[in-house]
Nanobody
C-alpha cells in the first residue's frame, strides 16, 4: 500500500519560514514526478511546486511562490521537501504532497489528475 505522509506544517508570522517534508512508502518514485499542491476552502487545489525525475536542475514553481519556495527530493530516502521562505498570509492553505505513478521523460505534470498518490495534507497558517 502506497502512503505519502506530510509533516512540518504549522503557524508562522509573515516573513517567516517553514519546511514541509513528505515521506513515501510502499513503492519508489525515482522515475516519477513528486510535487506539492495547496488548497484553501472554496477554491480549487493548485500546484505549488513540482520536482521531476529526469533533471536535477529543472523544477516547476507557480508564479506566486517563485523565488520564495524551493522543492527538493531525496530518492534514497523516498522523500520530497518544500522549503518555504518569506511567507505571506496568502500562503495560508492546506498543503498536499503528491506523486505520479509514472512520468514521461521531459515532462513536468502540473495538473491534479496527473498524480496518482496523495498525502493527507498539512495546515500552513501565516499570520500578518
Amino acid at each position: 500500500q502506497v502512503q505519502l505522509v506530510e509533516s512540518g506544517g504549522g503557524l508562522v508570522q509573515a516573513g517567516g519560514s517553514l519546511r514541509l517534508s513528505c515521506a513515501a512508502s510502499g513503492r519508489t518514485f525515482s522515475r516519477s514526478a513528486m510535487g506539492w499542491f495547496r488548497q484553501v476552502p472554496g477554491k480549487e487545489r493548485e500546484v505549488v511546486a513540482v520536482s521531476n525525475w529526469w533533471s536535477s536542475i529543472s523544477a516547476y514553481y507557480s508564479d506566486s511562490v517563485k523565488g520564495r519556495f524551493t522543492i527538493s527530493r531525496d530518492n534514497s530516502k523516498n522523500m520530497v521537501s518544500l522549503q518555504m521562505n518569506s511567507l505571506k498570509p496568502e500562503d495560508t492553505a492546506v498543503y498536499y504532497c503528491a506523486a505520479a505513478g509514472t512520468t514521461a521523460w521531459g515532462t513536468i505534470p502540473t495538473r491534479q489528475y496527473e498524480y496518482d498518490y496523495w498525502g493527507q495534507g498539512t495546515q500552513v497558517t501565516v499570520s500578518s
